[in-house]
Protein backbone atom coordinates (compact mmCIF):
# COMPACT_ATOMS: atom_id res chain seq x y z
CA UNK A 1 0.00 0.00 0.00
CA UNK A 2 1.66 3.09 -1.01
CA UNK A 3 1.25 6.77 0.01
CA UNK A 4 -1.37 8.52 -1.43
CA UNK A 5 1.39 11.65 -2.36
CA UNK A 6 3.18 8.63 -4.22
CA UNK A 7 0.60 8.32 -6.39
CA UNK A 8 0.60 10.99 -9.70
CA UNK A 9 -3.64 11.05 -9.58
CA UNK A 10 -3.97 13.63 -12.98
CA UNK A 11 -1.96 10.94 -15.00
CA UNK A 12 -4.02 8.06 -13.13
CA UNK A 13 -6.88 10.16 -14.67
CA UNK A 14 -6.38 10.32 -17.88
CA UNK A 15 -5.51 6.59 -17.84
CA UNK A 16 -8.49 5.09 -15.56
CA UNK A 17 -10.96 2.58 -17.10
CA UNK A 18 -14.34 3.74 -16.09
CA UNK A 19 -17.34 0.91 -16.09
CA UNK A 20 -20.22 1.92 -17.24
CA UNK A 21 -22.38 -1.00 -18.34
CA UNK A 22 -25.04 -2.74 -15.50
CA UNK A 23 -23.82 -6.54 -14.23
CA UNK A 24 -26.30 -8.82 -14.75
CA UNK A 25 -26.26 -12.68 -14.15
CA UNK A 26 -22.21 -12.38 -14.28
CA UNK A 27 -22.32 -9.95 -17.42
CA UNK A 28 -21.88 -6.82 -18.24
CA UNK A 29 -24.82 -5.17 -20.10
CA UNK A 30 -25.86 -2.41 -21.65
CA UNK A 31 -30.09 -1.53 -20.52
CA UNK A 32 -32.56 -3.14 -23.05
CA UNK A 33 -33.11 0.02 -23.98
CA UNK A 34 -29.93 1.33 -24.56
CA UNK A 35 -30.68 4.97 -23.10
CA UNK A 36 -27.76 5.89 -20.96
CA UNK A 37 -27.45 8.38 -17.82
CA UNK A 38 -24.47 11.39 -18.20
CA UNK A 39 -22.91 10.75 -15.12
CA UNK A 40 -20.84 14.08 -14.34
CA UNK A 41 -17.77 15.31 -12.03
CA UNK A 42 -18.98 17.42 -9.57
CA UNK A 43 -15.21 18.68 -9.45
CA UNK A 44 -15.38 20.66 -12.59
CA UNK A 45 -18.86 19.79 -13.96
CA UNK A 46 -17.84 17.70 -16.67
CA UNK A 47 -19.17 14.17 -18.38
CA UNK A 48 -17.27 11.52 -16.70
CA UNK A 49 -19.12 9.31 -19.04
CA UNK A 50 -22.24 7.97 -20.12
CA UNK A 51 -23.74 5.28 -18.27
CA UNK A 52 -26.34 2.14 -18.53
CA UNK A 53 -29.61 3.59 -17.30
CA UNK A 54 -31.55 0.40 -16.74
CA UNK A 55 -35.34 -0.31 -16.91
CA UNK A 56 -38.08 -1.94 -15.44
CA UNK A 57 -37.05 -5.15 -17.72
CA UNK A 58 -33.42 -4.58 -16.86
CA UNK A 59 -34.46 -5.43 -13.35
CA UNK A 60 -37.70 -7.96 -13.80
CA UNK A 61 -34.30 -10.01 -15.77
CA UNK A 62 -32.04 -9.35 -12.65
CA UNK A 63 -34.31 -10.59 -10.30
CA UNK A 64 -35.08 -13.42 -12.16
CA UNK A 65 -31.69 -15.06 -12.17
CA UNK A 66 -30.96 -13.66 -9.10
CA UNK A 67 -33.79 -16.08 -8.20
CA UNK A 68 -32.95 -19.21 -9.64
CA UNK A 69 -28.87 -19.01 -8.66
CA UNK A 70 -30.52 -18.90 -5.19
CA UNK A 71 -32.58 -21.74 -5.34
CA UNK A 72 -29.76 -23.67 -7.24
CA UNK A 73 -27.63 -23.56 -4.01
CA UNK A 74 -24.65 -22.68 -5.93
CA UNK A 75 -24.23 -19.75 -3.27
CA UNK A 76 -26.71 -20.01 -0.75
CA UNK A 77 -25.95 -23.79 0.56
CA UNK A 78 -22.10 -23.20 -0.01
CA UNK A 79 -20.03 -24.24 2.67
CA UNK A 80 -19.64 -21.92 5.07
CA UNK A 81 -15.85 -21.90 4.58
CA UNK A 82 -15.97 -21.73 1.35
CA UNK A 83 -17.93 -18.90 1.13
CA UNK A 84 -15.51 -16.83 3.01
CA UNK A 85 -12.58 -18.12 1.57
CA UNK A 86 -14.13 -16.13 -1.95
CA UNK A 87 -14.99 -12.95 0.15
CA UNK A 88 -11.54 -12.96 1.33
CA UNK A 89 -10.21 -13.16 -2.02
CA UNK A 90 -12.33 -10.47 -3.06
CA UNK A 91 -10.90 -8.20 -0.37
CA UNK A 92 -7.75 -9.29 -1.92
CA UNK A 93 -8.39 -7.54 -5.01
CA UNK A 94 -9.76 -4.33 -3.98
CA UNK A 95 -6.56 -4.02 -2.24
CA UNK A 96 -4.77 -4.60 -5.22
CA UNK A 97 -6.93 -1.93 -7.00
CA UNK A 98 -7.17 0.38 -3.93
CA UNK A 99 -5.69 3.23 -6.14
CA UNK A 100 -7.94 2.91 -9.33
CA UNK A 101 -10.95 2.16 -6.60
CA UNK A 102 -10.31 5.57 -4.65
CA UNK A 103 -10.00 7.44 -7.59
CA UNK A 104 -13.30 6.80 -8.96
CA UNK A 105 -14.80 7.52 -5.89
CA UNK A 106 -13.21 10.81 -5.72
CA UNK A 107 -14.64 11.58 -9.10
CA UNK A 108 -17.63 9.99 -8.92
CA UNK A 109 -18.63 11.58 -5.86
CA UNK A 110 -16.46 14.87 -5.42
CA UNK A 111 -14.65 13.73 -2.41
CA UNK A 112 -11.08 14.61 -1.36
CA UNK A 113 -9.07 11.73 -2.64
CA UNK A 114 -7.08 11.52 0.56
CA UNK A 115 -10.36 10.40 2.13
CA UNK A 116 -11.38 8.21 -0.70
CA UNK A 117 -7.76 6.39 -0.61
CA UNK A 118 -6.91 6.82 3.60
CA UNK A 119 -10.35 5.92 4.74
CA UNK A 120 -13.10 4.66 2.21
CA UNK A 121 -11.55 2.11 0.71
CA UNK A 122 -9.74 0.66 3.72
CA UNK A 123 -13.36 1.06 5.28
CA UNK A 124 -14.65 -1.31 2.80
CA UNK A 125 -11.95 -3.50 2.77
CA UNK A 126 -12.00 -3.66 6.62
CA UNK A 127 -15.97 -4.36 6.48
CA UNK A 128 -15.67 -7.36 3.99
CA UNK A 129 -12.86 -9.03 5.58
CA UNK A 130 -14.10 -8.76 8.91
CA UNK A 131 -17.20 -10.34 7.93
CA UNK A 132 -16.27 -12.75 6.02
CA UNK A 133 -14.21 -14.21 8.88
CA UNK A 134 -17.67 -14.15 10.76
CA UNK A 135 -19.45 -16.28 8.35
CA UNK A 136 -18.09 -20.01 9.84
CA UNK A 137 -17.66 -18.03 13.31
CA UNK A 138 -21.17 -17.63 14.19
CA UNK A 139 -23.14 -20.77 15.72
CA UNK A 140 -27.10 -21.54 15.93
CA UNK A 141 -29.12 -22.60 18.35
CA UNK A 142 -30.38 -25.81 20.26
CA UNK A 143 -33.18 -24.42 22.93
CA UNK A 144 -33.46 -25.43 25.79
CA UNK A 145 -36.39 -28.21 25.16
CA UNK A 146 -38.08 -31.33 27.45
CA UNK A 147 -35.69 -33.91 27.59
CA UNK A 148 -37.80 -35.73 24.67
CA UNK A 149 -37.70 -33.25 22.23
CA UNK A 150 -34.88 -31.28 20.66
CA UNK A 151 -35.57 -27.81 18.66
CA UNK A 152 -33.42 -27.02 16.13
CA UNK A 153 -33.23 -22.89 16.17
CA UNK A 154 -31.03 -21.68 12.24
CA UNK A 155 -30.27 -18.55 10.35
CA UNK A 156 -31.32 -19.18 6.56
CA UNK A 157 -30.94 -16.52 4.23
CA UNK A 158 -33.86 -14.60 3.31
CA UNK A 159 -33.19 -15.29 -0.68
CA UNK A 160 -33.08 -12.20 -3.06
CA UNK A 161 -32.33 -9.19 -1.67
CA UNK A 162 -32.54 -5.11 -2.85
CA UNK A 163 -29.72 -2.93 -1.58
CA UNK A 164 -29.97 0.71 -2.67
CA UNK A 165 -26.84 3.41 -1.66
CA UNK A 166 -26.93 6.78 -1.57
CA UNK A 167 -24.07 9.50 -3.28
CA UNK A 168 -22.33 10.57 -0.37
CA UNK A 169 -20.40 7.34 0.92
CA UNK A 170 -21.18 5.50 -2.08
CA UNK A 171 -18.21 2.78 -1.60
CA UNK A 172 -18.59 2.24 2.33
CA UNK A 173 -21.67 2.62 2.47
CA UNK A 174 -21.71 -0.55 -0.53
CA UNK A 175 -19.95 -2.32 1.27
CA UNK A 176 -21.93 -1.99 4.52
CA UNK A 177 -24.75 -3.56 2.73
CA UNK A 178 -23.00 -6.34 0.16
CA UNK A 179 -20.76 -7.78 2.79
CA UNK A 180 -23.58 -9.25 5.48
CA UNK A 181 -26.26 -9.83 2.49
CA UNK A 182 -23.39 -12.09 0.48
CA UNK A 183 -21.42 -13.45 3.77
CA UNK A 184 -25.39 -14.74 4.77
CA UNK A 185 -25.90 -16.82 1.33
CA UNK A 186 -28.36 -14.65 -0.11
CA UNK A 187 -28.21 -13.34 -3.93
CA UNK A 188 -28.42 -9.61 -4.27
CA UNK A 189 -29.79 -6.88 -6.42
CA UNK A 190 -27.70 -3.41 -5.87
CA UNK A 191 -28.62 0.08 -7.14
CA UNK A 192 -25.90 2.54 -6.87
CA UNK A 193 -27.22 6.05 -6.89
CA UNK A 194 -27.25 7.62 -10.48
CA UNK A 195 -24.55 9.94 -9.95
CA UNK A 196 -22.67 7.74 -8.26
CA UNK A 197 -22.12 4.21 -9.71
CA UNK A 198 -18.81 3.62 -10.75
CA UNK A 199 -16.96 1.95 -7.67
CA UNK A 200 -19.80 0.12 -6.96
CA UNK A 201 -19.68 -1.29 -10.73
CA UNK A 202 -16.14 -2.32 -10.26
CA UNK A 203 -15.94 -3.72 -7.24
CA UNK A 204 -18.53 -5.99 -8.25
CA UNK A 205 -16.35 -6.92 -11.08
CA UNK A 206 -13.69 -7.86 -8.68
CA UNK A 207 -16.54 -10.01 -6.98
CA UNK A 208 -16.88 -12.39 -10.10
CA UNK A 209 -13.33 -12.54 -10.36
CA UNK A 210 -12.45 -13.70 -6.96
CA UNK A 211 -15.04 -16.70 -7.78
CA UNK A 212 -18.41 -15.37 -6.74
CA UNK A 213 -20.95 -17.46 -9.02
CA UNK A 214 -22.51 -15.08 -11.34
CA UNK A 215 -26.16 -13.72 -10.73
CA UNK A 216 -25.43 -13.50 -6.80
CA UNK A 217 -24.34 -9.59 -7.21
CA UNK A 218 -26.02 -7.76 -10.00
CA UNK A 219 -25.88 -4.24 -10.28
CA UNK A 220 -28.17 -1.63 -11.75
CA UNK A 221 -27.60 1.45 -12.00
CA UNK A 222 -30.74 3.85 -13.29
CA UNK A 223 -32.94 6.06 -12.39
CA UNK A 224 -33.83 6.32 -9.04
CA UNK A 225 -37.53 7.09 -8.90
CA UNK A 226 -38.97 4.40 -12.10
CA UNK A 227 -36.42 1.65 -11.36
CA UNK A 228 -36.03 2.18 -7.65
CA UNK A 229 -39.74 1.66 -7.27
CA UNK A 230 -40.50 -0.94 -9.56
CA UNK A 231 -37.67 -2.85 -7.58
CA UNK A 232 -39.06 -2.27 -4.39
CA UNK A 233 -42.63 -3.11 -5.56
CA UNK A 234 -41.03 -6.63 -6.98
CA UNK A 235 -42.70 -9.57 -5.53
CA UNK A 236 -39.81 -11.56 -5.71
CA UNK A 237 -37.59 -9.41 -3.85
CA UNK A 238 -37.43 -10.90 0.19
CA UNK A 239 -35.72 -8.53 1.65
CA UNK A 240 -34.24 -4.47 0.66
CA UNK A 241 -31.96 -2.02 2.62
CA UNK A 242 -32.06 1.67 2.18
CA UNK A 243 -29.19 4.42 2.87
CA UNK A 244 -30.58 7.56 2.05
CA UNK A 245 -33.39 10.73 2.81
CA UNK A 246 -36.44 10.34 5.32
CA UNK A 247 -38.34 10.94 2.32
CA UNK A 248 -37.44 8.35 0.38
CA UNK A 249 -37.45 5.36 3.04
CA UNK A 250 -41.20 6.19 3.91
CA UNK A 251 -41.79 5.48 0.40
CA UNK A 252 -40.18 1.94 0.31
CA UNK A 253 -42.02 1.08 3.39
CA UNK A 254 -45.35 1.69 1.80
CA UNK A 255 -43.89 0.25 -1.53
CA UNK A 256 -43.57 -3.14 0.80
CA UNK A 257 -46.73 -2.46 2.36
CA UNK A 258 -47.87 -2.72 -1.38
CA UNK A 259 -46.28 -6.09 -2.31
CA UNK A 260 -45.18 -8.58 -0.88
CA UNK A 261 -44.32 -7.28 2.86
CA UNK A 262 -40.61 -7.85 1.91
CA UNK A 263 -38.19 -7.06 5.11
CA UNK A 264 -37.19 -3.46 5.10
CA UNK A 265 -34.15 -1.56 6.70
CA UNK A 266 -33.58 1.87 6.74
CA UNK A 267 -30.41 4.68 7.77
CA UNK A 268 -31.73 7.31 6.95
CA UNK A 269 -31.40 11.24 7.92
CA UNK A 270 -30.01 12.71 10.70
CA UNK A 271 -29.83 16.41 12.55
CA UNK A 272 -27.43 15.26 15.45
CA UNK A 273 -26.75 16.90 18.00
CA UNK A 274 -22.96 17.95 19.42
CA UNK A 275 -23.24 18.68 23.31
CA UNK A 276 -20.35 20.76 25.08
CA UNK A 277 -20.67 21.47 28.69
CA UNK A 278 -18.67 24.44 30.61
CA UNK A 279 -15.74 21.69 31.89
CA UNK A 280 -14.71 20.12 28.36
CA UNK A 281 -11.86 20.20 26.92
CA UNK A 282 -12.71 23.38 24.86
CA UNK A 283 -9.85 22.59 21.98
CA UNK A 284 -10.74 19.30 21.14
CA UNK A 285 -14.58 20.06 21.35
CA UNK A 286 -14.09 22.81 18.92
CA UNK A 287 -11.71 21.09 16.56
CA UNK A 288 -13.76 18.33 16.27
CA UNK A 289 -16.93 19.97 16.32
CA UNK A 290 -15.78 21.64 12.86
CA UNK A 291 -15.22 18.64 11.35
CA UNK A 292 -18.12 16.87 12.82
CA UNK A 293 -19.84 19.50 10.17
CA UNK A 294 -17.33 19.73 7.70
CA UNK A 295 -16.15 16.60 6.68
CA UNK A 296 -17.59 15.51 3.56
CA UNK A 297 -18.84 18.84 3.02
CA UNK A 298 -21.25 18.04 5.33
CA UNK A 299 -23.09 15.47 3.35
CA UNK A 300 -22.56 13.08 6.01
CA UNK A 301 -25.80 11.68 7.66
CA UNK A 302 -24.32 11.74 10.99
CA UNK A 303 -23.23 15.15 10.16
CA UNK A 304 -23.24 16.98 14.16
CA UNK A 305 -25.13 19.98 12.57
CA UNK A 306 -26.41 20.99 15.79
CA UNK A 307 -23.69 22.89 18.42
CA UNK A 308 -25.29 22.70 21.76
CA UNK A 309 -22.78 24.43 23.74
CA UNK A 310 -23.44 25.53 27.33
CA UNK A 311 -24.27 29.28 27.82
CA UNK A 312 -21.14 29.62 30.52
CA UNK A 313 -18.56 28.88 27.25
CA UNK A 314 -20.77 30.25 24.54
CA UNK A 315 -18.39 33.24 23.94
CA UNK A 316 -15.28 31.15 24.41
CA UNK A 317 -15.70 28.34 22.61
CA UNK A 318 -17.09 30.12 19.44
CA UNK A 319 -13.61 31.55 18.93
CA UNK A 320 -12.39 28.75 19.01
CA UNK A 321 -14.70 26.56 16.54
CA UNK A 322 -14.22 29.64 14.15
CA UNK A 323 -10.75 29.41 14.13
CA UNK A 324 -10.81 25.26 13.62
CA UNK A 325 -13.29 25.90 10.90
CA UNK A 326 -10.99 28.05 8.99
CA UNK A 327 -9.06 24.96 8.17
CA UNK A 328 -12.49 23.27 6.11
CA UNK A 329 -11.11 25.39 2.61
CA UNK A 330 -12.97 23.55 -0.23
CA UNK A 331 -10.58 22.87 -2.88
CA UNK A 332 -9.96 20.70 -5.80
CA UNK A 333 -10.53 17.11 -4.93
CA UNK A 334 -7.92 15.65 -6.79
CA UNK A 335 -5.26 16.97 -4.91
CA UNK A 336 -4.11 14.97 -1.68
CA UNK A 337 -3.79 18.21 0.66
CA UNK A 338 -7.63 19.25 0.08
CA UNK A 339 -10.04 18.31 2.75
CA UNK A 340 -13.00 19.29 1.98
CA UNK A 341 -13.94 18.50 -1.87
CA UNK A 342 -16.98 19.81 -3.76
CA UNK A 343 -20.99 19.64 -3.02
CA UNK A 344 -22.51 16.54 -5.47
CA UNK A 345 -24.61 18.70 -7.52
CA UNK A 346 -25.92 22.18 -8.72
CA UNK A 347 -29.27 20.80 -6.93
CA UNK A 348 -27.74 20.56 -3.37
CA UNK A 349 -25.82 23.53 -3.76
CA UNK A 350 -29.62 25.44 -4.67
CA UNK A 351 -30.54 23.48 -1.12
CA UNK A 352 -27.94 24.92 1.06
CA UNK A 353 -27.84 28.40 -0.30
CA UNK A 354 -31.93 27.98 0.12
CA UNK A 355 -31.14 27.16 3.88
CA UNK A 356 -28.83 29.91 4.58
CA UNK A 357 -31.64 32.44 3.47
CA UNK A 358 -33.95 30.60 5.95
CA UNK A 359 -31.19 30.93 8.61
CA UNK A 360 -31.04 35.03 8.04
CA UNK A 361 -34.67 35.21 7.92
CA UNK A 362 -34.84 33.17 10.99
CA UNK A 363 -32.89 35.56 12.86
CA UNK A 364 -30.14 33.08 13.66
CA UNK A 365 -26.71 35.20 13.01
CA UNK A 366 -24.31 34.25 10.01
CA UNK A 367 -20.50 34.24 11.58
CA UNK A 368 -18.80 32.25 8.99
CA UNK A 369 -18.96 31.76 5.12
CA UNK A 370 -22.68 31.39 3.79
CA UNK A 371 -21.58 31.57 -0.26
CA UNK A 372 -21.04 29.04 -3.53
CA UNK A 373 -16.99 29.25 -4.00
CA UNK A 374 -16.92 29.00 -8.14
CA UNK A 375 -14.24 27.18 -9.07
CA UNK A 376 -13.05 25.23 -12.42
CA UNK A 377 -16.65 24.90 -13.43
CA UNK A 378 -17.26 22.85 -10.05
CA UNK A 379 -19.75 22.59 -7.33
CA UNK A 380 -18.44 24.04 -4.14
CA UNK A 381 -19.29 25.88 -0.81
CA UNK A 382 -17.49 28.06 1.63
CA UNK A 383 -17.64 26.54 5.59
CA UNK A 384 -20.89 28.26 7.25
CA UNK A 385 -21.69 28.62 10.74
CA UNK A 386 -24.51 29.96 12.31
CA UNK A 387 -24.80 31.65 15.63
CA UNK A 388 -27.90 31.86 18.27
CA UNK A 389 -30.00 29.64 16.69
CA UNK A 390 -33.15 28.68 18.35
CA UNK A 391 -33.59 24.89 18.23
CA UNK A 392 -37.63 25.48 16.46
CA UNK A 393 -35.67 27.34 13.80
CA UNK A 394 -35.54 25.17 10.25
CA UNK A 395 -32.02 25.48 10.09
CA UNK A 396 -31.98 23.12 13.05
CA UNK A 397 -34.78 20.82 12.21
CA UNK A 398 -34.65 20.28 9.04
CA UNK A 399 -31.22 18.23 7.24
CA UNK A 400 -29.39 20.67 5.22
CA UNK A 401 -26.72 18.01 4.01
CA UNK A 402 -24.58 20.81 3.36
CA UNK A 403 -21.52 22.41 5.53
CA UNK A 404 -23.64 23.85 7.99
CA UNK A 405 -23.26 24.55 11.29
CA UNK A 406 -25.56 25.79 14.08
CA UNK A 407 -24.76 26.58 17.57
CA UNK A 408 -27.57 26.62 19.73
CA UNK A 409 -26.94 27.30 23.67
CA UNK A 410 -28.25 25.26 26.78
CA UNK A 411 -28.59 25.90 30.13
CA UNK A 412 -27.76 22.71 31.66
CA UNK A 413 -27.96 19.04 31.72
CA UNK A 414 -31.95 19.19 31.65
CA UNK A 415 -31.86 21.36 29.23
CA UNK A 416 -29.27 20.00 26.79
CA UNK A 417 -31.17 16.08 27.07
CA UNK A 418 -34.55 18.21 25.89
CA UNK A 419 -32.99 20.01 23.04
CA UNK A 420 -31.11 17.07 21.74
CA UNK A 421 -34.48 14.82 21.98
CA UNK A 422 -36.31 17.61 20.21
CA UNK A 423 -35.69 16.30 16.74
CA UNK A 424 -37.44 14.59 14.42
CA UNK A 425 -34.11 12.61 13.97
CA UNK A 426 -32.05 9.68 16.26
CA UNK A 427 -28.83 8.74 14.11
CA UNK A 428 -25.64 10.15 15.74
CA UNK A 429 -24.30 12.67 18.68
CA UNK A 430 -21.91 13.35 21.42
CA UNK A 431 -21.41 15.11 24.72
CA UNK A 432 -17.93 16.59 25.83
CA UNK A 433 -17.45 16.87 29.15
CA UNK A 434 -14.58 15.73 31.78
CA UNK A 435 -17.29 14.64 34.32
CA UNK A 436 -18.11 11.07 33.93
CA UNK A 437 -21.55 11.39 35.84
CA UNK A 438 -22.97 14.61 33.10
CA UNK A 439 -21.06 12.75 30.10
CA UNK A 440 -22.82 9.38 30.81
CA UNK A 441 -26.04 10.50 31.94
CA UNK A 442 -26.50 12.98 28.86
CA UNK A 443 -24.96 10.25 26.67
CA UNK A 444 -27.91 7.65 27.96
CA UNK A 445 -30.62 10.02 27.83
CA UNK A 446 -30.31 11.37 24.41
CA UNK A 447 -32.76 9.18 21.93
CA UNK A 448 -29.94 7.96 18.73
CA UNK A 449 -28.33 5.55 17.66
CA UNK A 450 -24.57 6.06 18.16
CA UNK A 451 -23.35 8.89 20.88
CA UNK A 452 -20.11 9.93 21.31
CA UNK A 453 -18.22 10.35 24.68
CA UNK A 454 -15.46 13.30 24.38
CA UNK A 455 -15.23 11.93 20.56
CA UNK A 456 -17.36 12.32 17.73
CA UNK A 457 -17.53 9.70 14.37
CA UNK A 458 -16.62 6.91 17.16
CA UNK A 459 -16.88 3.38 16.23
CA UNK A 460 -15.81 0.75 13.78
CA UNK A 461 -16.64 -2.60 12.10
CA UNK A 462 -17.31 -4.27 15.55
CA UNK A 463 -20.27 -2.13 16.82
CA UNK A 464 -23.54 -1.56 14.98
CA UNK A 465 -24.42 1.66 12.85
CA UNK A 466 -28.38 2.91 12.60
CA UNK A 467 -30.61 5.24 13.80
CA UNK A 468 -34.01 5.76 16.59
CA UNK A 469 -37.08 7.46 15.29
CA UNK A 470 -37.28 9.21 11.38
CA UNK A 471 -33.32 7.94 11.32
CA UNK A 472 -34.35 4.43 10.39
CA UNK A 473 -34.44 0.80 11.54
CA UNK A 474 -32.30 -1.85 11.36
CA UNK A 475 -28.04 -1.99 11.60
CA UNK A 476 -25.42 -1.84 9.43
CA UNK A 477 -21.88 -3.67 10.52
CA UNK A 478 -20.99 -5.42 13.26
CA UNK A 479 -22.49 -9.52 13.81
CA UNK A 480 -26.18 -7.19 13.93
CA UNK A 481 -26.19 -6.57 10.40
CA UNK A 482 -26.15 -10.63 9.67
CA UNK A 483 -29.64 -10.70 11.40
CA UNK A 484 -31.35 -8.43 9.38
CA UNK A 485 -29.99 -10.65 6.01
CA UNK A 486 -31.79 -13.95 7.76
CA UNK A 487 -34.56 -15.58 8.47
CA UNK A 488 -35.02 -17.57 12.14
CA UNK A 489 -36.43 -21.32 11.44
CA UNK A 490 -36.99 -23.63 14.28
CA UNK A 491 -37.19 -27.79 13.59
CA UNK A 492 -38.90 -29.30 16.35
CA UNK A 493 -38.08 -32.92 16.88
CA UNK A 494 -40.26 -35.11 18.90
CA UNK A 495 -38.00 -38.38 20.46
CA UNK A 496 -40.12 -41.70 20.49
Not at 255 to 280: C, H, M, P, W
Request: charged fraction near 20%; glycine fraction near 8%; proline fraction near 5%.
Amino acid sequence: MSDVNSINWIKLTQHIKRPNQAIINGMNTDSTSGRTLENFNPANGQILDHVADCTPEDADLAVKNAREVFESGVWSKMEPKERKLTMLRWADLIEQHQAEIALLESLDAGKPISDTYDIDVPSALNTIRWTAEAIDKVYEEIAPTPHNTIALVERLPLGVVLAIVPWNFPLSTTAWKLAPAIATGNSVILKPDPKTPMTALYIAQLALEAGLPAGVLNVLPGDGISLGKHLSLHPDIDGQTFTGSTKVGKLLMQYAGQSNLKRTFLELGGKSANIVFADADLDAAAEMAAMGVFYNCGQTCTAGTRVLVQKSIHKAFVKKVLHYAQQWQPNDPIHPETCMGAIINQAQLDTIQRYIEIGKKEGAKLILGGSIIKQNGGYYHQATIFDHVDNNMRIAQEEIFGPVMTIIPFKDEADAIRIANDSPYGLAGAVWSQNINTALKVAKSVRTGTMGVNNYFGGDITVPFGGFKESGNGRDKSIHAMNDYTELKTTWIELS
